[in-house]
């Protein structure tokens, strides 16, 4: 439920090319966000870094952010 929350909070807040994202499942790594995106332009994965921290979802207790390329799958950075 968080990974799709997650997913609309960053297309609502007009970050282009959102591929995938998601939370862990584990409680010990709770606090651990992976988005997946097609870098468009320079900056592109800084701004989805800053808006996947400060939205809401994105926000709460979470500590540490990943932003990775598409061919990079994001269920293999929350293992």
Known sequence: M???LLHDALVAAGV??????????????????????TQRYAGHARQAGHILNQCG?????SR????????I??????R
């Open 2 to 4: 968080r990974s799709a």
């Open 16 to 37: 282009p090319d959102v591929r995938a994202s998601g939370r862990t499942r584990s409680a010990a790594r709770r606090m651990f966000n992976v988005v997946s995106i």
């Open 57 to 61: 979802v994105g926000a709460y207790m």
């Open 64 to 71: 540490y952010s990943v932003v990775v390329d598409e061919d």
């Open 73 to 78: 799958d994001r269920r293999t950075c929350t």
